[in-house]
């Protein structure tokens, strides 16, 4: 059947497939998050219709075109221009003054060309292990061929800025620190405004992975000192996960320019952005963008650019307490992972189930009551007692919180624990009040 298509000025032979994304022009969405509960938080997005978006190729005569097209195909390259917006909307999303990259990959990707960029043999580095990531950053830290001393915390804690300055007190030589800011994978979150201040006086170079604490809590890379931050859109800011940004310090450029082996003409180097694109005016990209992930990644920014960073943030810590409470009033035995609240981070909460209860059986009951939760059972090890409640973005309201407490009360009833959902409810709609 011939029917005209929003992104096209005529008829074309195709029909969006009936499980599509698109509902009537408009992002299909079936989260939980439609449930009347969710309150302001706008999830259908629409569909950009005019002549003039990236989406439409001007002056393509769809009568000539046989192929099927889709909103996410045949997309107008993205310019140079466009880029260089969205990476100043980065920047201001960062309140950074420092020049900003938006890698074209994976968060993974510019953590592991910050590490590649400013360590080398010589280098000695503290590496604060609070997560996975952590080990992650060891193991490519020792690669460069860095002294690496690995400071670890339990992961139902955070890290002081005290152990913190211990370690380069004991260890004067230390010229690269690694943190990461919030661990998505195990719910703590380290006070980086405090432990800035002491890697600062100390001189070293300060890595920062702020992946899961964008959007979710506050993240002030110059205000702290950090000299390489590294973000991703996938957590709190709802957006995609094939591109990441990192922020490079005046320093941290120096000290990659003056690493013999820092990756150079790779996809992995990030002084290949600073010679070739910034150095460069921002005129010539190195290679094709990823045309869809970036626009996603701009239309995240525009929509808490709308929402608002604070109110984001806001919406992060509520769903946070609001779902620590919410377990406590619960029962059953499940307990929060993370000993202290504030030691628990605003992105995700993790839950500790009770002895001989597998989290990951209650998770799968969980989500086989509703599929869309945004529950996990913890990775690897944590597999058989931690379940991981995530608030990312649009997942971060009342209503979300309602349904994953609700549907763990009845997973955790079914292993013939007591439960108190009415307590559960009650204490998410006081955090919420
Ligand atoms: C703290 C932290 N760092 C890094 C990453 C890796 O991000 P990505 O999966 O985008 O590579 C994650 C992802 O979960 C994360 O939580």
Redesign the pocket.
Known sequence: MLKSMPWSSGPVACDPPADGPLKDGRLRSDSPRDRPETGPYERDVPVRTSQSTPFARIGRDPEESTAVTHPFLDLAPLTAAHFAAIEQRVARLLSTEQDVVITQ?????P?EGCIRGAARPGTTALNVIT???GQ?FGNWLRDCGATVIDLAVPFHTAVTAAQIDEALTEHPEIDFVSL??????TGNTNPVAEIGEVVRAHGALFML?????VGAEPLLPDAWGVDLC?I?A??AMGGP??V?AVSVSERAWQRMAANPQAPRRSYLSLLDWKERWIDGGRKALLHAPAQLEMLALEACLERIEAEGLGALMTRHATAAAATRAGALALGGGLEPYVYEARDAAP?ATTLRTPPGVDASEVVARALAADPVLPLVAGGGALSKEMIRVNHYGADATRGVVHSALAALGGALAESGLTVNLEAARRAVTDAWS
């Open positions: 990959g994976e968060a993974l990707l953590l997560g996975p990531y992650t990461v800011h919030a661990e998505a994978a992975d702020a992946v899961a604490s590294v991703g996938q957590k996960a094939g990441s992105v």
